[in-house]
C-alpha cells in the first residue's frame, strides 16, 4: 500500500521531469551528455573521500541516464546514433568514476585495493564488449547476472555504506559474467554449426 503510493508519487515527480524537458526542447544527446558530465563530479567526490555527497551526486547522474531515453520516445528521436552515443557515454561514466576510486585508494596508500578497482574497470568494459563483440556471431547474449544497472546499485551501496565489499564484488561478478558470456557464446555457435551441418531430410 504505503510502496504502491511512492511509486505513484515518483511517477508523478518523473513525468513532471519529463515535462519540462520537452518544453524546454532538451536534446536527448544533451540529456545523456549531462549525465556523464555528472559523472565526473561523482568521481570528484570519490577520489577526495566524500562518499556520500559522490552517491547524490551519481543519483543524479542515474536520472539523466534514465530520462534521455524518455524523452528521446516522446520527442519521436529515437535513433540508432543516440543508442550508440549512450551506450559510449555509459562507458566513459563508469570508467571516470573509478578513476575517482583508483585516485582515491592511491592517496590512501591501499595498493591492493588499487588493484582491485583495476580488475573491477576490466570487468566493467568487457562485460558490454563481450556481449556486443557475441551479438556478432550469435542472434543475442544477455547471459550474465551483473551488467551496467547492477553494478551502479552496488556503487551506491558502497557510497553511502561501505565501498570494499561492494568494489569486491562488483569485481568477482563482472569478470564472471564475461566469462560466462564467453561459454555462452561457444555453445551457441556450436549449436549453429551442428545444425548447419545436419542433413536436409532430418527435417522433412
Known sequence: MIS????????????GIIATLIFFRIRPNHLTFFGFLMSIVVAYFFAVGEFFTAGFTLILAGLFDMVD????RKLGEVTEFGA????IMDRYSDLVMYLGLL?????????????????????SVL??????????????CKVGFLE??????????????????????IAFFSNWTVIHRILYTRA????IKSLVNQPIDKYL
Do not use: H
Open 188 to 191: 551457441e555457435m556450436k549449436g
Open 69 to 72: 531515453g524518455m524523452v528521446a
Open 127 to 140: 562485460t558490454s564488449y563481450a556481449r556486443a563483440r557475441a551479438e556478432c556471431l550469435i542472434p543475442s
Open 103 to 123: 585516485i582515491y585508494y592511491g592517496s590512501q596508500g591501499r595498493d591492493n585495493y588499487v588493484i582491485l578497482v583495476g580488475i573491477v574497470m576490466m570487468g
Open 4 to 15: 504502491g503510493k511512492i511509486g505513484d508519487g515518483a511517477q508523478v515527480i518523473l513525468k
Open 84 to 87: 550508440f552515443f549512450d551506450s
Open 148 to 169: 551496467r544497472p547492477e553494478r551502479i546499485v552496488l556503487l551506491l551501496i558502497g557510497s553511502f555504506y561501505y565501498m570494499d565489499p561492494c568494489l569486491w564484488v
